[in-house]
């Protein structure tokens, strides 16, 4: 149980376009899901939470009309990443909390963006 | 400002010894307590959660929780190559979101 998928797994994309990443809960509800970069050799670093059918709550220093998040089934959340820049290409991963009255977070594999 | 403190390695142990992974947190309030493992290149994967103080053991692995002195320790019996890995501390302090530590890289030579 508590599985959590991302598609796609990797992508890369020419500086300016828009890249959407989806997360999914495949065997739970979840209604909050969460969304970190990480760059290479730090730390996860969280961008936003998502709650199902609300709008997100980004963390201070995100821009959140560049990182558009949408959570609108218990079961789907997704990042768009706006006009994305070379500054932007990380790895973005998602989580969720399989339920209200845990907090435990199970992560979906990532997403590796390489924007050129 | 709530911290996770993570000592960053590498730990080196050889095969089959124990390792020794620490963590400290500044929120006297925290809750609950993850231990999570991260392969290069992949996302993390829960290894162990713990709430109460004490230790808790599942398998190779034993997580330590000392609330008084604001520490979690988590124990890799019998290590393994395969146990390389970044080892990342989590922290919840009664919100939703966790704080993570930046991890500690652990190497097991065979």
């Known amino acids: 149980g508590a599985v959590v998928s991302q598609h796609p797994s990797w992508v890369i994309c020419k500086s300016g376009t828009s890249v959407k990443i989806e997360c999914r809960s495949l065997?739970?509800?979840?209604?909050?899901m969460f969304w970190y970069r990480q760059f290479p050799k730090q730390s996860l670093m969280l961008m936003a939470t998502s709650n199902e059918g609300s709008k997100a709550t980004y963390e201070q220093g995100v821009e959140k009309d560049k990182f558009l998040i949408n959570h609108a089934s218990l079961t789907l959340s997704t990042l768009t990443v706006t006009s994305a820049h070379p500054e932007d290409s990380s790895f973005y991963i998602c989580?969720?909390?399989?339920?209200?009255?845990?907090?435990?977070?199970?992560f979906g594999p990532g997403t590796r963006l390489t924007v050129l | 400002q709530k911290e996770v403190e993570q000592n960053s390695g590498p730990l080196s142990v050889p095969e089959g010894a124990i390792a020794s992974l620490n963590c400290t947190y500044s929120?006297?309030?925290?809750?609950?307590f993850f231990w999570y493992r991260q392969y290069s290149g992949k996302s993390p994967e829960l290894i162990m959660s713990?709430?109460?103080?004490g230790d808790k053991e599942d398998g190779r692995f034993t997580a330590q929780l000392n609330k008084a002195s604001q520490y979690v320790s988590l124990l890799i019996r019998d290590s393994q190559p395969s146990d390389s890995a970044t080892y990342l501390c989590a922290v919840n302090s009664g919100y939703s979101t966790l704080t993570f530590g930046k991890g500690t890289m652990l190497l097991v030579s065979p």
């Open positions: 929120d006297r309030v925290s809750q609950s």
């Open positions: 989580s969720a909390k399989q339920g209200e009255g845990t907090d435990t977070q199970y």
């Open positions: 065997d739970f509800q979840a209604t909050t």
């Open positions: 713990i709430y109460s103080n």
